[in-house]
Each structure stands twice: as structure tokens, then as C-alpha cells.
């Protein structure tokens, strides 16, 4: 009887300590999936790799990838994410998402970028589920040179006007170094509900913004950068393009 | 009776944790360099002692292929860097492969599996192999019938997966445990890059730094300048490589349409898996398909062989004039430097050799 009384005392024990367990994680959950998505845009509808956009400037290029390396999503109180990795070609346009509640979030602000020191801490020691981590980050993360990469785009450009596809051009713009990080700040965000636990808010990034916009960057002379500080005036010139093409 | 409160308690501890390690195994202590990020092992295959024991003599097995001839060491042969000397690698039936067998080492920092990144998980990767018709060429089931017939492996994957019922998920994540042990971080190359990154040095670090020379760095210098080898677009970090896939430039037009074969996309036509340099000089021949057997021709298609291509990628800076164009006296350097990568300590590591 004795043996009998010990079994359920622990029977019980245990199974209250799952318990316990689940419903901290129910009253801890808040209670919606938020996304956030960035839409490529070109002419106000979306933009796919590899589309073929005409430059102002005489010639006409394309975009092989867009990525982005961002920090503290949220309103600048709350956060919904302390880091994403944006990788339109390899993993779409969901720039980032986690649980949070819709009435934080009616602001949106984030970093093009990593805060320094952040930046220039050790990829290897982010821990192993963030995006900074060096074996998530991909080319992300300047071996060579100090930190990440906040933003790149990259593509081909036609340097021959001769009607015929040539595309004999890669471009590219890798940009980062402390002089390049950027905040966007977006008020009164549209959250669409797309079911009962998930809302969504879409931003647009105008791809023709970037390299067409009011201090266009003509591809056939300037087509790529390190962010070294020779690239400098470009590469400034690009990033605040950039960070002026991501819209509501 | 006075058991069962024991039997019950231990019971409901290892149902409540759902995917553990089993209540025989003992955990595997993986020693992973220190400029090196943690490793992230799958919840559902933590490394045991068992398992990584009981995986490598799978690995080594030849009982896995369907005329008990050839073993997963047939074509990554630790002799060879645990790769394959020939340009493709040759089934029990005779018949060659298209692409060049790959180097196993650090693949538990990996994202993605085969030249074409087909497989997402190192052991999704590994149960490719045994039914592949011009390689292993066995049934799983054929395979397994074989390994259940061995009383010892039935107790090693018990002791391993508790398990009385061993099927070819288990065999994959036995070798699977094994292959993520397999870590090469003790080369010069490692401690070129700590002390370049300001990451303090051992006593056994700083001897092995002290014997880098000149020639080494300067081509270290050179591997990194951008308007020198410009190899760092991909070859970079503590694993001296990036989990992305680039067209290096091999071709014009693709017999082999590597990652787009799997995507369908036209934009990752001629994308392969950016390989590591580790151990490079012991692992050739090079590329997916080869091509290259030897280092000298590997600096010599940077230098001046690349070819355009719509694919090709845009980090290839100098591209349009067929590459980086060094002089023999830096493409000398650049190899000097590569040799860094040969780590001996994993190469002949008896914990990754076959087991007695």
C-alpha cells in the first residue's frame, strides 16, 4: 500500500511537471505569427530574377540576387526579431517573422545592417540559430573584411546597344562597414490577417529605385563595389537608394 | 514491486523527452575547434559514442552494396582525403558517375549536400548511395537483411538506437553521426587565420605558426586581394568555403546543369556547391566534373581560363578578360598558401580510419 501511494505521488509529480511546462509555453506565447515580407517591385508589380529592366540611361540590365542583412525588427521598443536574412532569389520574399502581437507593430523599424560592434564580433560565435551565425550567414560576411555585408545586389547589365541580348557585363554591389548602416523606419504599417493566428504586413522594394533613381548609378562605368574606400561615394550613393526604395 | 515506482518514473522521464538520446547511449564529446561556430546536430540524431562507432563501421562496410565489394570508402577513401582519386568514381557494375567524388570533412557546418545541393540534410545525403544503380547498386531492404543476418551489428544498433528493428534511417544516422565527427581544424591554414583574426593561439598553435613562412603569407595576402587571386568571394572563414553555389566559370554552355537540374530554374543552370579547400592538395582531381587533376591547372583556369556565361557569377570580377591573370611567381604563391590547408592530424586521425 505503501509502494502503491509513493508510485502515484511521483506519477504525479511527473506529470505535472510536463504540465507546467506546456502551459508556461501557452501563457508565454503571444498570440499571433507576424510576417513580414519585401516585395521586389518593378513598374508596381512584382519583380521576378532575371527580369529585364530598361535604364533611363540608354542600356538595360537585370538582377541575379538581392539580399539583405538586417537587424532589430520591431518598433523600437518591441522586438519581433533581432536578426534576418533576406535572400530574394534563394528563399523568397519573407524578410522575417515571429510571434508578437499586431498592436506593437503598427510602426515597423529596422537596420539595413549590423550595429557595431556587432558587426565586427566574431561570426562564429553568434549563436547557432541566428542568421549571423557564419554557417547561416553564406556570402553574407565579409571574411576579409570587417563584418557583414549589409546589403547586395548583384546582376548583369547589356553594355552593347545592338538589340540582341548580350548581357557581357556582371554587376555587383556588395555593401557593409559601419558607414553604410542604415535604419528604416515605416509608419502605420498595413497587417493583413491572414488567418486566425498569422498576420502579414508586405513592404515593396522598387528594384528600378536602386541603380535609376534620382542619382542613378550607370552600370557600364561603375559595376561593382567592396565598399572600399575608393567605392565609397558609389556605394553611398546605392545603399541610400536602397533604403529609399523599401516602401509600404 | 518495490521496482515498479523506479521502472514507472524512469518510463515517463524518457517519454517525456521526445527524441533524446536513448537511455543506453552515451553522449559523444565532439571537439570542435575554437574558431570554429557550434556545430548543429539534429534533435533526432544526437551523437553518441554508439552511434559514431557503430557509423563508421557502416561507413567501411561492404556488405552495403549489392556484391559486398565496395564500401562508402571506396569512393571517399581516407587516403585520398576521403575522396576519390579518379575523375569519377565506378559502381560495382562497372559504370562511372558524372561527377567528381567530394571530400568529406566538416560536413557538419553544412547546409546542403551534393555538387547540386539536392539533399538538405547530411543524412537524407547518405541514403542516396546504396540504391543508386551506378554506384552501390543494393536494395535497402537487401541491405539491411544483410546487416540483420550479423548478430554484433544488431547489438551495436541496439546499444545504439535502442532499437531490435534496425532499418536504413538508423543506418543513416549512424554514418551520419560518424561523418559529423569528422572535423578538420588543425591545419596551418587555422592558425594563419587566427592569428590573422586576433584569436589567441595555443602553445601547440603558436609552434605550429611559427613555422609558417613567408612564401605562405604572402600567398594568404594574395588569396585575399582582390585584385590578386580574388578567391574569397567563395573560399573564406574558418571553413574555408561558403555554403552558397557559384558558377565558376567552366563553361559557356552546361552538359551538366547542376543545381538548376534540381530548382528547373534557368538561373542556377551551371550552379554547383562551393566546395571546401581543405585538405586540397590531397583531394584531387577538382571541380564537379574533375577536370582538373592538378592544382596548377585549378590557379591556371582562375588566372586565365574563365569562360561567360548567363549564370556565371557576378563576383568573378574579372571575367571579361578570362580571369585574374597572375604571374607565375604569384600563382606560385597562391599554391604554397593552398598547401596550408592539409590538415594531417584529421587526415590521419585512427578515430575516421576503418576499425579493426
Known amino acids: 500500500m505503501k509502494n502503491i501511494f509513493i508510485i502515484a505521488t511521483i506519477f504525479s ?14 501563457c508565454e506565447t ?36 538581392i539580399k539583405i542583412v538586417g537587424t532589430n525588427v520591431g518598433n523600437g521598443s518591441a522586438q519581433l526579431k533581432d536578426a534576418f536574412l533576406y535572400d530574394f532569389s534563394e528563399t523568397g520574399i519573407l524578410l522575417t517573422s515571429n510571434q508578437g502581437l499586431k498592436s506593437d507593430y503598427s510602426d515597423l523599424k529596422f537596420n539595413l545592417g549590423v550595429p557595431d560592434p556587432l558587426n565586427t564580433s ?9 542568421p549571423l551565425n557564419i554557417t547561416n550567414i553564406g556570402d553574407m560576411h565579409w571574411g576579409w573584411n570587417p563584418g557583414y555585408k549589409f546589403v547586395t545586389i548583384e546582376g548583369k547589365v547589356d553594355t552593347i546597344a545592338d538589340g540582341i541580348d548580350n548581357f ?81 | 514491486m518495490k521496482y515498479l515506482g523506479f521502472i514507472l518514473l524512469t518510463a515517463l522521464i524518457f517519454s517525456c523527452k521526445k527524441g533524446e538520446i536513448k537511455p543506453y547511449a552515451i553522449p559523444y564529446q565532439l571537439e570542435e575547434p575554437s ?30 552494396s549489392g556484391d559486398n565489394s565496395m564500401s562508402c570508402a571506396a569512393c571517399h577513401a581516407p587516403q585520398n582525403s576521403f575522396s576519390d582519386p579518379s575523375q569519377f568514381s565506378i559502381g560495382i557494375d562497372g559504370i562511372a558517375g558524372t561527377r567528381q567524388s567530394m571530400a568529406l570533412v566538416n560536413l557538419g ?73 569528422m572535423i578538420s581544424g588543425s591545419s596551418k591554414y587555422d592558425v594563419i587565420y587566427k592569428n590573422a583574426n586576433g584569436l589567441s593561439l595555443t602553445p601547440k598553435e603558436q609552434v605550429l605558426f611559427s613555422t609558417v613562412t613567408n612564401e605562405e603569407k604572402a600567398g594568404y595576402d594574395l588569396f585575399l586581394s582582390l585584385n590578386g587571386g580574388d578567391c ?38 551551371g550552379m554547383f556547391k562551393v566546395p571546401t579547400l581543405r ?37 568573378i570580377e574579372f571575367a571579361a578578360q578570362g580571369g585574374v591573370q597572375l604571374d607565375a611567381f604569384e600563382k606560385g604563391l597562391i599554391k604554397k598558401f593552398l598547401l596550408t590547408l592539409t590538415d594531417e592530424e584529421f587526415l590521419k586521425n585512427p578515430k575516421f580510419a576503418p576499425p579493426n
Not at chain 1, 509529480?13 to 501557452?26: G, M, P, R
Not at chain 1, 556582371?170 to 558607414?179: A, N, Q, R, T
Not at chain 2, 574533375?290 to 583556369?301: N, P, S
Request: glycine content about 4%.
Open chain 1, 30 to 65: 503571444p498570440n499571433r505569427t507576424m510576417e513580414v515580407y519585401l516585395q521586389p517591385t518593378l513598374n508596381d508589380s512584382a519583380y521576378a530574377i532575371n527580369q529585364i529592366i530598361e535604364s533611363p540611361q540608354g542600356y538595360r540590365y537585370y538582377y541575379t540576387d
Open chain 2, 279 to 315: 585538405n586540397i592538395a590531397e583531394s584531387g582531381p577538382y571541380m564537379h566534373d574533375g577536370r582538373f587533376q592538378t592544382l596548377d591547372e585549378v590557379i591556371e583556369h582562375y588566372s586565365s581560363g574563365i569562360v561567360m556565361s548567363p549564370t556565371i557569377s557576378p563576383t
Open chain 2, 109 to 181: 557546418y553544412q547546409k546542403f549536400f551534393f555538387w547540386d545541393g539536392r539533399a538538405k540534410s547530411l543524412e537524407e545525403q547518405i541514403l542516396e548511395p546504396v540504391p543508386n544503380p551506378i554506384e552501390m547498386h543494393q536494395s535497402w531492404k537487401d541491405a539491411i537483411n544483410k546487416l540483420k543476418s550479423d548478430d554484433s551489428y544488431r547489438k551495436e544498433f541496439h546499444a545504439a538506437f535502442s532499437t531490435d528493428d534496425m532499418d536504413e534511417y538508423q543506418v543513416a544516422k549512424a554514418i551520419a553521426q560518424f561523418l559529423r565527427t
Open chain 2, 232 to 269: 574569397i568571394h567563395c573560399h573564406s572563414g574558418p571553413l574555408m568555403q561558403l555554403n552558397i553555389f557559384a558558377n565558376n566559370g567552366l563553361d559557356a554552355t552546361f552538359t551538366d546543369k547542376g543545381k538548376g537540374g534540381v530548382t528547373g530554374k534557368l538561373q542556377d543552370l
Open chain 1, 13 to 26: 509529480i511527473v506529470l505535472i511537471a510536463c504540465k507546467k511546462d506546456n502551459t508556461e509555453v501557452e
Open chain 1, 122 to 130: 566574431d561570426p562564429s560565435l553568434q549563436p547557432n540559430t541566428s
Open chain 1, 168 to 248: 557581357d557585363k556582371s554587376f555587383f554591389f556588395h555593401l557593409g562597414k559601419d558607414f553604410l548602416f542604415r535604419t528604416k523606419t515605416m509608419s502605420v504599417v498595413d497587417w493583413v490577417d491572414i488567418d486566425a493566428n498569422t498576420s502579414r504586413t508586405t513592404l515593396k522594394l522598387d528594384v528600378k529605385a536602386i541603380l535609376d533613381g534620382p542619382n542613378p548609378t550607370d552600370l557600364r562605368v561603375y559595376a561593382a563595389s567592396h565598399s572600399n574606400n575608393t567605392q565609397m561615394f558609389y556605394s553611398v550613393i546605392i545603399m541610400d537608394a536602397f533604403a529609399a526604395a523599401i516602401k509600404k
Open chain 2, 35 to 64: 574558431h570554429f561556430p557550434k556545430m548543429v546536430v539534429p534533435l533526432d540524431n544526437l551523437l553518441t559514442n554508439q552511434g559514431v562507432e557503430l557509423g563508421r563501421r557502416l561507413f567501411y562496410d561492404k556488405r552495403l
